[in-house]
């Protein structure tokens, strides 16, 4: 048996025991919820190690219920739905969603895109603490220090700084930026990097280090 647990967040029972069958005939242990209060508190008290996520949820959004989520957990969070505008998909990136799969969805593409996102997140080993100009980055606790204080990261504010880091430096481009965080453009856009690149200068400047990523016009960013 798989040591990762998966809570299936979905509201319609054929389809929920159907994903249970699944991935439990793959060797995940599985928690169900349908509501959106229960997938919250499951999430924050009995930690699974993914998220299974529909946005068409009783009384409130998917969408919403992941942004809560992100306000106290990096779980990877992958949107399973019938909703397949491409705002539907932009909108699970920017509220913090990892991937993004359509119904009727394929399994072997479904079981990779699980496979792969427990992988980076549980099985890539401990990160080495990255240092530049007085900050110092730790990827094993998705915090960052500058002098006595310190602020915790979500999981793609941590991987673009994981990789500015490592070009401490040199001009990092957008495009290099976006391939190296979500691997395949179809899950993310200009829009959304400049989200989270704006959402950790807020960050950084609350513990004093303004102007600590520098944009390089029609370039890309630096530190």
């Not at 995940?28 to 919250?40: L, Q, S």
């Not at 999430?43 to 919403?64: C, F, M, R, V, Y």
């Amino acid at each position: 048996m798989s040591p990762y647990q998966i809570l299936i967040a979905e509201d319609d029972p054929v389809i929920r025991s159907q994903l249970q069958t699944l991935l439990r005939g793959n060797g995940y242990d599985t928690i169900t919820a349908d509501r959106p209060d229960e997938i919250i508190d499951i999430a924050g008290n009995k930690h699974p190690h993914l998220l299974l996520l529909d946005i068409k949820l009783p009384g409130e959004s998917g969408l919403s219920v992941c942004s809560k989520i992100r306000t106290f957990s990096d779980l990877p969070i992958i949107f399973v739905t019938s909703c397949n505008t491409d705002m539907d998909e932009l909108n699970s990136i920017l509220l913090g969603g990892d991937a993004f799969i359509t119904k009727p969805y394929n399994t072997a593409i479904l079981l990779a895109k699980i496979s792969a996102l427990l992988k980076r997140a549980y099985e890539h080993g401990r990160e080495e603490t990255l240092r530049w100009q007085g900050a110092t980055l730790h990827p094993e606790s998705s915090t960052l220090a500058y002098q006595g204080s310190q602020i915790e990261l979500t999981k793609n504010e941590l991987k673009i700084l994981v990789f500015l880091f490592r070009h401490a430096g040199k001009i990092c481009s957008r495009n290099d930026l976006i391939d190296y965080l979500w691997d395949n453009r179809l899950y993310v856009d200009d829009n959304a990097l400049s989200v989270n690149i704006n959402r950790i200068r807020e960050k950084l400047a609350a513990i004093g280090l303004t102007d600590f990523i520098k944009t390089r016009h029609r370039q890309g960013y630096t530190l």
